[in-house]
């Protein structure tokens, strides 16, 4: 028996293909060395981090319901108060339903008042042909890919492996210029080259670029695992902004995730579903220019250990991302 059997009819297709790559071992092994201890519940991996005081909380990401039973629900409660934790983060990769919210509360768990991943996302379904899936693009979607086409950007992807360094390189350059225009506090190049360490002997992930001439002017970070690729870091450049260099390189993504036999293309966080006020709105009119479905996950839920602690980090954290 496992934890959750999503209601929707079109669920049971979904359900067998969605996994993360947040539950595979290469990336339990990348988190270790940016500071968690990895701690092993089965199959499920848990991610341990250290607080100040000797405290600490624990975190299971991206878990598909369909790789959980009971039983390990139980024993994550178990394993938060053997490691003295604060609380213990459940983060449920599966689309959302109110029987399965309320079969996870159940459990002891409550709603968790932050996302680490996003909850809602923009899927783009690759079980149609490539031209259902160009139908159902936004009309500017499908002009945008024809018109960098026209202007001559070239796209070109490569796996993430030592042989690729200079790529990502360049990667950074336009990453970490998208972060600073966005005001938003990106990753070192150090995360990116340890992912590359850890990753390079998988084909979990490439690194896509769209070219004009030899400039770069947009990258994408896609991962392949369980059914799914997700866009999981990227960046653009100002600079011939008219030529629509993104909308190519994702279209070609797409594509090629469709060949290898993914079900889903994960385009990642966008605004929840009718929230035009979001600071999400921008980048959610980009990405729904693909068309696909906004798709609300289950998200996080928290067992809480030690109910005083919890409210003091629950705090110190709302604090810490208004700084950021």
């Given at each position: 028996m496992r934890l959750l059997r999503p209601p929707e009819a079109d669920s049971q297709r979904q359900r067998r293909f969605m996994r993360s790559i947040l539950q595979t071992k290469e990336?339990?092994?990348?988190?270790?060395?940016?500071?968690?201890?990895?701690?092993?519940?089965?199959e499920v991996f848990v991610h341990k981090k250290n607080l100040p005081l000797k405290q600490n909380f624990l975190y299971v990401p991206e878990i598909s319901p369909d790789d959980i039973t009971p039983t390990q629900i139980e024993e994550l409660k178990k394993l938060a108060k053997d490691n003295s934790s604060i609380f213990i983060r459940l983060e449920l990769y599966g689309k959302y339903s109110e029987?399965?919210?309320?079969?996870?509360?159940?459990?002891?768990?409550?709603?968790?008042?932050?996302?680490?991943?996003?909850?809602?996302?923009?899927?783009?379904?690759?079980?149609?042909?490539?031209g259902e899936i160009l139908a159902q693009m936004k009309q500017k979607g499908r002009y945008n890919i024809k018109l960098a086409e026209r202007k001559g950007v070239r796209v070109e992807s490569v796996r993430l492996k030592v042989e690729n360094s200079e790529t990502l390189k360049f990667f950074y350059k336009l990453y970490q210029e998208t972060s600073q225009r966005s005001k938003i506090s990106g990753r070192p190049f150090s995360y990116f080259q340890k992912m590359l360490e850890l990753f390079q002997q998988t084909d979990y992930i490439?690194?896509?670029?769209?070219?004009?001439?030899?400039?770069?002017?947009?990258?994408?970070?896609?991962s392949f695992f369980g059914g799914v690729a997700t866009y999981l870091y990227g960046g653009s450049s100002r600079r011939h902004k008219e030529v629509m260099a993104p909308y190519l390189m994702h279209w070609q993504a797409i594509k090629d995730a469709k060949e290898a036999g993914y079900k889903i293309y994960d385009?990642?966080?966008?605004?929840?579903?009718?929230?035009?006020?979001?600071?999400?709105?921008?980048?959610?009119?980009?990405?729904?220019?693909?068309?696909g479905t906004p798709t609300e996950l289950l998200g996080s839920y928290d067992f809480v250990n030690k109910?005083?602690?919890?409210?003091?980090?629950?705090?110190?954290e709302k604090m810490r991302r208004r700084e950021n």
């Open positions: 990336w339990a092994e990348f988190k270790a060395s940016q500071g968690f201890e990895i701690l092993n519940l089965g029987n399965a919210q309320k079969l996870v509360k159940s459990f002891g768990y409550i709603k968790s008042f932050e996302q680490v991943q996003p909850k809602w996302r923009q899927f783009v379904d690759l079980t149609k042909t490539t490439k690194i896509y670029s769209a070219k004009l001439g030899h400039e770069y002017l947009a990258v994408a970070l896609v385009l990642h966080g966008r605004a929840k579903f009718g929230d035009e006020k979001s600071s999400w709105a921008g980048i959610t009119n980009f990405k729904e220019q693909f068309g109910p005083m602690l919890y409210q003091v980090f629950k705090i110190a």
